[in-house]
């Protein structure tokens, strides 16, 4: 419940500004108990440098407070204008990655905490005796050095930002780290194994009893550890039918229970069930694996359209995907937990390799059909993603490389580019372990 409670929190836009503005109330309710006890004996006894009169307290705090507003407003707008920028040029799911990064939220929380210390600390200066000393002032006077150096770094942070080839760059960055983080889970979990959704087809077979969903929305999360408990608890076989990232409507199927007709107490394992299960108004960007290459495919997409015309970062898109999707073959078609005596107890289902491929490649290739360099990407990332894998992942790709050619139109294209593609295709044909000789690609492609 405490995981479930920090994830849905750690995609609310408010969740890091609201932390840094309690931090901040609480301090400066900390140091309002500090004048008050200090601020007296220190008038007395001749005030330190760092303490100042309750007269130009008021009038420091004054100024910052009305400083520190303007640099929060500014920075308001600013967001507003990167916002524009990402939905228009980039994607409209990419306005998330803006929102959640930690950078700006927390240049924003420390904006806003400062601002209610200047504040509440000018509240109380003004509500106490004019005479006496106190330290709130130049603990603000402090916090107004940072936040200047702060809105420095924000504005060169978000200069960089809105660069596409830095977003995409660090886009795969973060899909490649979940990717590793993912497959070093299974590897160390002796009671998880990867494979095809075939290899649980007797499971499937059988009769299942539904669990729907409560709500419309996307699955953010599956709590796979307490799952699997139950699973092992009550001798039953779960099934997660969707993967994470996937929208789903009110009373559509999020889970199937085998082994359990006779099963009592349904009801109560069934609300428990429906508990480990997360579904929210957007996607999970740390539990969705495949939501980074989604939006690398919506850029190259957006980048082909006529209105922007710019094949490059469409081609830089294609490579990265080609990457990424080299990575998630290892072990993205489902998960499967077994217990002590290697029965099957959970089974988290993904999506086939194929279905991947097509979802990734087939409105590129529908967009940069007439571009020799956009189909020559897309060669070259199926080539990359055959790279370090297995005959089942190698025969996948040849097969939609075979549906690819049926799209291209050879006689379109000049003889040169003709003789290019086909070239490619040879270096695909081998680097998938496919025996054809060139003679036959010439008559094929």
């Not at 979990?189 to 494979?195: K, V």
């Not at 108004?281 to 015309?309: F, M």
């Not at 990359?384 to 040849?398: A, F, M, P, S």
Request: proline letters at 2%; a negative charge; glycine letters at 6%.
């Amino acid at each position: 419940m405490i995981k479930k409670f920090l994830l849905q929190m750690r995609t609310k836009l408010y969740f890091i500004p609201g932390l840094f503005t309690f931090f901040f109330i609480a301090l400066a309710c900390l140091f309002v108990y500090i004048d008050e006890l200090t601020g007296r004996f220190v008038s007395a006894s001749g005030a330190l440098f760092i303490y100042t009169s309750r007269a130009q307290a008021s009038v420091i705090l004054s100024t910052i407070a009305g400083s520190l507003l303007t640099m929060l407003t500014i920075t308001f707008s600013i967001m507003m204008v990167v916002l524009t920028i990402y939905g228009s040029q980039f994607s409209p799911r990419s306005l998330q990655d803006f929102l959640e990064k930690k950078a700006t939220l927390r240049i924003l929380g420390f904006f806003m905490g400062s601002l209610v210390f200047s504040v509440i600390s000018l509240f109380s200066v003004k509500a106490e005796p004019a005479d006496g000393a106190v330290l709130s002032p130049a603990v603000a006077v402090l916090l107004m050095i940072l936040a200047i150096i702060l809105f420095a770094y924000f504005i060169h942070y978000i200069a960089k930002s809105v660069q596409i080839s830095i977003y995409i760059q660090n886009l795969v960055k973060q899909t490649a780290a979940r990717l590793d983080t993912y497959l070093k889970k299974v590897d160390d979990d002796p009671n998880i194994t990867c494979g095809n959704l075939d290899d649980y087809a007797d499971i499937f077979e059988g009769d299942a009893l539904e669990i729907t969903a409560e709500q419309s929305g996307f699955i953010q999360y599956y709590d796979e550890k307490k799952l699997y408990a139950l699973a092992v608890e009550h001798d039953i076989v779960i099934s997660c039918v969707n993967s994470i990232g996937k929208h789903v409507t009110a009373d559509e199927v999020v889970l199937r229970v085998y082994q359990a007709a006779a099963m009592d107490k349904w009801d109560e394992l069934k609300e428990q069930l429906l508990e480990l299960v997360l579904i929210g108004d957007e996607t999970n960007l740390y539990e969705d694996i495949g939501a980074g290459t989604k939006k690398l495919v919506e850029i190259a997409v957006r980048a082909l359209s006529p209105g922007i015309n710019d094949p490059g970062t469409a081609v830089f898109c294609v490579d990265q995907i080609g990457f990424l999707l080299q990575k998630a073959a290892k072990g993205l078609e489902a998960k499967g937990y077994v217990d002590e005596a290697e029965d099957v107890r959970l089974i988290v289902q993904g999506i086939t390799f194929d279905r991947l491929l097509f979802e990734h490649f087939n409105q590129i290739a529908h967009y940069g059909l007439k571009d020799i360099v956009v189909i020559d990407a897309i060669l070259g990332a199926l080539i990359t993603i055959c790279r370090d894998n297995g005959h089942d992942i190698k025969e996948q790709v040849w097969r939609y490389s075979g549906d690819l050619t049926k799209k291209l139109h050879l006689t379109e294209y000049p003889e040169y580019e003709k003789q290019y593609i086909r070239e490619r295709y040879y270096q695909l044909a081998r680097a998938s372990n496919q025996t054809i000789h060139l003679s036959e690609l010439l008559t094929s492609v």
